[in-house]
């Protein structure tokens, strides 16, 4: 890199990557990527994004006005939640994984016909009661396969039940939802678009992670189609099946649905402080065939490429398909962080220091 930006000799470096999950969210790993760039003589700026999923709204913590939230999880337990003023005009972000996260149970409590996403409604009735004007949903992580119909129950619509409910009775009506998300401008921020039905719809692509065994798989497939007919859309439609269908939901109270990536960058002005680097580094903790689709470093290695800054991508572990598509996407180098014959314990423990470690000799090699 050449030298600039008040002598710096290495330059300056966008810092903009994604969480390392169970490691370190996206602010922290930021963090490290900065450390390291200005060991090698960089000027850093850290730029902590996401994909719209799990662990966007830790992306905006260090901006944002964090409130603390009152709600329920997937089973009905009492959690708190948080939700982001992300700035003075009554701009909101809402991460439905932070009431109804599928971490958050054991593997003997995900049960597809008691998760409720209830405590998803609670979050957006607490940013209505704050004042939002536009509001902004997370989709993504969640425990819940019920098509939102307890986030409805929650702001005022009757459904004949969520979870096992949605089984034997998708009917709904929205006639009594909170009259004020008609004033609000709603976003869906999805990273997989997935259809509400089918084979890449919310059953069949989510449904066995979050417990559901093939028969339920079956049922919940035939049941979301006639949701969607209740609810007045199509099953077809991109992000209808984010979040076990909470999207669908969303999208029959009206939310534009948007990649959750692009949303992300944009809110962050991440092509204006591109415009003032000399490289980018990206980062999340698996570079697999999903990143692909819709994840962070995807969009910001197609930014990075179109603005001609050249972009490394860190990963604690890369797959070599993935790796070389992103490559040919205009990635100067994909790498891993460490060695990949460890235990995952080990791995997590040592990302820090390995992120840190691999900024820097990136930019020494730049």
Known sequence: MSERNGGNERGRVLCAPDKLRGALDAAEAAAALAAGARAAGAAAVELPIADGGE???DAFRDGATLHRVAVHDALGRPREGRIAKLDDVGTFLVEAAEAVPLHGLAEHERDVERASSRGVGELIAAALDRGARRLLVAVGGTAT?????GMLRALGGRCANDGAGLLADPSVDLSGVDPRLAQVELELLVDVAAPLTGPD????RFGPQKGATGAQVDAL???????????????????????GGLGAALQALGARTVAGADAVLDLKRFDALLAGCDLCLAAEGSVDPSTLQGKAVAAVVARCARAGVPVV??????????AAELRRRGARDVRAIGPADRPLAAALAAAGEE????????VAEA
């Open 55 to 57: 662990g966007t709204l």
């Open 355 to 362: 992120l840190e470690a691999a900024a820097r000799a990136a």
């Open 201 to 204: 719809g919310a059953a069949r």
């Open 221 to 243: 497939d035939t049941a979301h189609g006639r949701w969607a007919e209740a609810l007045g859309i199509d099953p077809a439609t991109p992000g209808a099946g984010a979040a």
């Open 145 to 149: 396969m019920d098509g939102g119909a």
């Open 313 to 322: 991508v860190l990963g604690g572990r890369v797959e070599a398909e993935a």
